[in-house]
Each structure stands twice: as C-alpha cells, then as structure tokens.
C-alpha cells in the first residue's frame, strides 16, 4: 500500500488528479485501446473533478479514448432527479470534458432487470480489457462503493439494500428528509474493485478517519470492506491530514517520510501537449 | 467520433463560453440547440449517447432569450396604421430591422384610426414564425379606438368610439376591426359603457386585453381583470395618477381583487422607474414609431404628424408625447442604469415577462429545454452582438 498524506483537501484532490492524469498520458490511449477508468461519486472526489477538468480545459489531457465506470447508483430514483449519480457525473465530470458519451458506463437503477443490468456491467468491464486505475471513496462505516458492512468480500456488481449510517450520511443530499433518500443501490463488488489492475482510494476530513484506521490498520475484515484492498498489490490511499487523526503516529510518520517517493509519481506532470 | 444519436439526426449546435439566463439567473453554462429548440444535453448524453455537431463560441457574451416588444407602431419611415396596400412589407421590413436590437417576437401596433385602416390592414398581417427574414409575428397590438377622450393622447379625437351599450359588444369590435384573427392583444378604457363585455368576448378569443388611455376608477379596473384583462398599457402615461383615495388603474399594482392565479403585467417605456417587488410582472416596450432609426423631422403615426425633438416624440405643434423612438435594447439598457435593478430583472422584463403576458411561454422568453432558440447574445453593457431566431444566426453586429 502506498498511503499519501497531503496537508489539505485541495492538495489531496490535486495530488489525486495529477496521478490520474500521468497514468492516462502515459498509457497513450487510442481507439484501438482505450484507458479504463472506474470512478466514484460523493463530496471526497469533487476536488479532483475540478482539477482534471482545469486539465483537459488547458488541453494537457484528453478524454476522447478514456472509457468510464462509475462504482454504483441509486435504485429508484429517475435518472433526471439532481441527486442521481447520473446527475451528479453528468454536472461535475462529463459535462466538462471531451469523453465519447458511449464510453461513459453507469448502472442503471430503473433497469427492469436489476440482476441483468449488474451482470451487463461486469460484461462491460470485461468486454473493455477489465479496469486500469479504480477510483474509489470510503464511507464513514468503512464501505467502499455500497459494499456496506458485511458484505462480501469476494463479492461482484449486485443489488445492495443500504446500511442506517448510510442512508443517514446520505440524508443532507435530500432534505434531510430520510423518508426521500432511496434505500437500495446497485453497486460494484469488493471482487470486481479487486480485479482493477491498480485501486486509488480518496480519504478526506476528520469523520473519516477512524474508517481509515480500520481499513488499514487492522485486519482484513468484512466489516470494514475497504480492508480488502490490503490484499490487492497495487493500492493508494491519498488523504488529507485530518483522514490520519486516528493513526498510528508510527504509521503517519513512516509514510510522510516516504513523500519524496510518492511524488516522484506526480512529478514531473505530464501533458498531451507533449507527445 | 461516430454519432450514434437515436432521436433525430437533425445537427446539434452547442453555444460555449457564454453566461445563459437560466432560473431567473445568469449561469457559466453551455446552451445546447437542436431542429431551432432548447436541448437538454444530459439527456442527449444518456439517452442518445449523442454529442455537439457546431460549437459556437459566444466569447463571453450574455445569451439571454430574445426581446419580445409588444407595443411598436413601427419604425425606419414605416407606420403599422397607414391604410397601405402592402402593410405586409412594412411589417417585415420593420420585423428585419428590430433584429438589431434583440427583438425576436413583437406584435405590430395600430393606434386609433378610421375603420378603413383596419379593415384594410388587419387582414395583410399574420401571426408568423421569425426566421432571417426577420422577428415573428405573434399578433397585432390594436390600442384604440375605444378609449377615453380624455385621455387619448396623441389619438385623433374623430376616431375614437364607444361601444353602443347593448348592442353586444362584439358587433362593435367586428364594426371597427373587421375581423379578429391574428389580433394578440387590444387596449381599450374599462370605464366605457359596455366594455366589461368586450373584454370577456375578447378573452373568450384568445386575445389579451389591456386597460390604458383611460380615466377608470380602480373599482372599474378590477372587474375588467375580473373579466380577463391582464395588462395595462404603458403604465402611468394616460391614466389618472395614483390618488389615496382611488388608486385608479395604476391601484392594479397593489389591488387585493385580482382573482387568485391571475396576474396583472404592466408595460413601461423605460424611463425613470424605480424598482419594487411589482416589477416581478414589468414588461418593456419600446412604443417606438415610424421615426424610430430615422433622423429628426416630421412623421406620420396614423392620422397624426409628429415632429421628433431630440429624443422625444410630439404630436406636432403640441407638447403632447405620441411614442418613442428608442429601441428595445436602449429600452433594456436605460431600465437596468435607471432603477438599479439587476442583469436578470432586466432581460426578464424584456422577454420572459411579454411572454408570459401572451400566453406563450412554453415556448418563448426563457432557455428552457424545449423552447424556440430564439436568443440575444449581448455584452456586458447589454448591446446586443448577434440575434438568433430558432437556433439560425439571423443578425451579427458588423455584418
């Protein structure tokens, strides 16, 4: 695991977006071969949207052969509501970019078939060469995608009904109205993430970081299904500050210390510009 | 990249690096536009998995939905009430030329006059679409002839008339108009005797009727927006003033009997107004008439001459106003600096509130998916740079 520690949010989303950002130039996509990327959604990334939009607005990046699969969506709630995943990466992400909206995959919540939309998905993801670089968030519980407590952690694209703390985290998008907040999603497995060839986890603010602390510092644990990615050989955790406050000092200490390597992934920042 | 658009292969347009009137407010967005109407992108990105054909890159401009004026007598040496036999091309040529101000709709105006103008005119001019050739037609404005003497402004006192109470009121409209087809909207005093009915045959048809030249009592105001008026004519000018004990038309503005649902729009000529919450119903018209774009001199507005003075219009020889000669986009510009309001009140007055006035803001005076493109893209000092009418460039400044 590489765990990196920036001071804020603002510089954890930059660090984020200038690792996906090299990972995309290097990879020199093209119609013949495209980059996959899995995305998330939630207030962690916004950051990071903003930046790789700045990118691709000065031209250093394009997503013309990017392929995209967002981690879930809610079931129930029309495509066109402004708290569906759909809006949300329609507004902060596609909107502003140069992405080939047949590219852009995310599970439908209104399919007929839930169970045949979530094996669709996996087809997709399989169908494109399987995931390059899964972004991904951690909820306060530890869950990553809607892969709530308990679940599996071997587990694939299915129906999930959502845990209290969720909905309840979940609530200020809808009024804090708990009663409008949709109690069942369609989420990636812990075993789909797993497979990506490299997973990013973004980690921010202070309600985080005892997930954090689960996640990494105890073991493997269907509770904390973040965990699992202890199992997987190419990890990032980039977090803020406040993410670490229930770390280790020890383990803190030991990975600020190693910043110098990290950013040697990030720096120098290449650019389309350039090739 | 292929297109893979499943609704319609008709080209999308996409309007970038412009600020749109969206939500009563000036966003950073894109506008998109399809087969002349608004497109909602996020659905075309999902459903059709379809993407932009033209960009068009607005370079900062404002895009606000095109000006509606509902009041123009003409313009450029034309004058909607002369009896021509051709008063179809003055009101194209006029409807090309208000491009250059913004305007996208109007309804042509007629003052009062003899029965053989609208007998004669009426029939030549026809609700039409806008196009390169020039602003749509929604209808004609008829203001007069049954109006109040005492308040008739620059109208020639010989024309005027009253409605022969009892007599049923739509022989008199029939008598004077000859016919009401494309007719948008008429201004009459709500005080003459038999012009409640009037008003309701007038709703009955479609046709918006305002209260203006007129010396009515509130009392009598409020039943004619109970029988279906819902505006009033260039507010304040030929009507009595607001008294504390009779508000008169202008108490419309604060009256408790406008029937719930309905609402009261008032046309200004913009000049000298102050802002207040009454102005969520304001709608700018220019009042503009055949002098309008022409240098000083002696004109015609119906049976009248007029003599420009400046920027002020007279019924010759007299002191008496008889329309103006500004644009809408002067309109809009002076309403803005004059009465503080904001951006959005402004163009809002200007297009969103004439459209909603004219029952046609389902599809005109707003940017929402689905409306004509009819847009103004305008700077930030609100001169108008390029007029579209149903998506298609129809006006660029300096061309």
């Given at each position: 695991m590489r765990l990196v520690i920036l001071d804020d949010y603002d510089l954890a989303s930059e660090w984020a977006a200038k690792y996906i950002r090299n990972r995309i130039v290097q990879f020199q996509p093209s119609a013949d071969r495209c980059f996959t990327l899995g995305l998330p959604t939630g207030s962690t990334p916004y950051g990071c949207y903003q930046k790789l939009i700045e990118y691709h607005r000065s031209g250093d990046i394009s997503f013309k052969y990017v392929k995209t699969f967002n981690m879930d969506e809610y079931v129930g709630l029309p495509r066109a509501h402004p708290e569906s995943y759909h809006s949300y990466m329609w507004n902060n992400f596609f909107k502003h970019i140069d992405i080939d909206p047949a590219n852009a995959h995310i599970l439908d919540g209104n399919a007929d078939d839930l169970e045949v939309e979530c094996q669709a998905f996996e087809q997709k993801i399989a169908e494109a060469g399987g995931i390059e670089l899964f972004v991904g968030g951690i909820g306060p519980?530890?869950?990553?995608?809607?892969?709530?407590?308990?679940?599996?952690?071997?587990s694939r694209t299915r129906v999930k009904t959502l845990a209290k703390d969720t909905i309840v985290a979940n609530a200020r998008f809808f009024g804090n109205n708990l009663s409008k907040v949709p109690t069942m999603a369609l989420t990636v497995g812990v075993g789909t993430v797993m497979e990506a060839k490299e997973v990013m986890i973004l980690i921010t603010g202070a309600h985080k970081a005892f997930a954090l602390y689960k996640a990494?510092?105890?073991?493997?644990n269907h509770m904390w299904t973040v965990s699992a990615f202890q199992q997987h050989p190419r990890t990032i955790f980039v977090c803020d500050e406040d993410a670490t406050l229930e770390l280790r000092v020890k383990t803190v200490k030991y990975f600020k210390g190693l910043m110098h390597v990290h950013n040697k992934l990030v720096d120098p920042v290449l650019s389309v510009k350039d090739q | 990249m292929p297109s893979n658009k499943s609704v319609s292969d008709a080209p999308i347009t996409q309007f970038i690096n412009c600020r749109i009137l969206r939500d009563h407010k000036l966003q950073r967005d894109d506008l998109w536009v399809r087969e002349g109407k608004i497109l909602n992108p996020e659905k075309l990105f999902f459903d059709e998995q379809g993407y932009a054909d033209e960009r068009v890159d607005c370079e900062g401009s404002i895009i606000a939905p095109g000006f509606i004026d509902v009041q123009i007598n003409g313009g450029h040496g034309v004058d909607f009430s002369q009896a021509s036999d051709d008063a179809g091309s003055g009101v194209s040529f006029v409807a090309q030329k208000i491009l250059e101000h913004g305007v996208t709709s109007f309804c042509p105006t007629l003052v009062t006059s003899p029965a053989d103008v609208y007998h004669k005119v009426l029939p030549q001019v026809k609700v039409h679409d806008g196009g390169r050739h020039g602003a749509g037609v929604l209808g004609l404005h008829l203001?007069?002839?049954?109006?109040?003497v005492e308040k008739k402004g620059a109208h020639p006192e010989q024309f005027l008339r009253t409605f022969r109470s009892g007599a049923g009121s739509l022989d008199d409209l029939m008598e004077a108009y000859g016919s009401l087809d494309n007719v948008a909207m008429v201004t009459l005093a709500?005080?003459?005797?038999?012009s409640q009915s009037a008003v309701r045959e007038l709703c009955r048809r479609g046709v918006a009727v305002s209260l203006g030249h007129s010396v009515a009592n509130l009392s009598q105001a409020e039943d004619a927006v109970r029988s279906g008026a819902s505006f009033i004519t260039h507010l304040f000018n030929a009507m009595l003033p607001f008294h504390h004990r009779d508000p008169g038309i202008v108490g419309l503005l604060t009256s408790d009997q406008v029937p719930a649902g309905r609402t009261v729009y008032y046309g200004m000529i913009a000049d000298g107004i102050h802002t207040n919450?009454?102005?969520?119903r304001l709608v700018l018209v220019t009042d503009a008439i055949a002098a309008m774009g022409l240098p000083p001199g002696r004109h015609t507005l119906g049976q009248q001459v007029i003599e420009i003075q400046g920027l002020h219009a007279y019924v010759a020889g007299t002191k008496t106003l008889s329309g103006s000669i500004a644009t809408m986009d002067e309109c809009v510009r002076h309403f803005k600096q004059a009465s503080g309001c904001s951006v959005e009140e402004a163009l809002e007055a200007a297009s969103l509130h004439p459209a909603q006035l004219l029952g046609v803001s389902h599809k005109k005076g707003n940017l929402d998916y689905g409306s004509d493109a009819d847009l103004t893209l305008l700077d930030d000092g609100l001169n108008v740079r390029a007029t579209y009418i149903s998506g298609e460039e129809v006006w660029r400044k300096g061309s």
């Open positions: 519980d530890g869950h990553i995608a809607f892969n709530e407590p308990g679940s599996s952690l071997v990494i510092e105890e073991g493997v | 203001e007069g002839p049954f109006i109040s709500p005080e003459l005797s038999g919450p009454a102005a969520l």
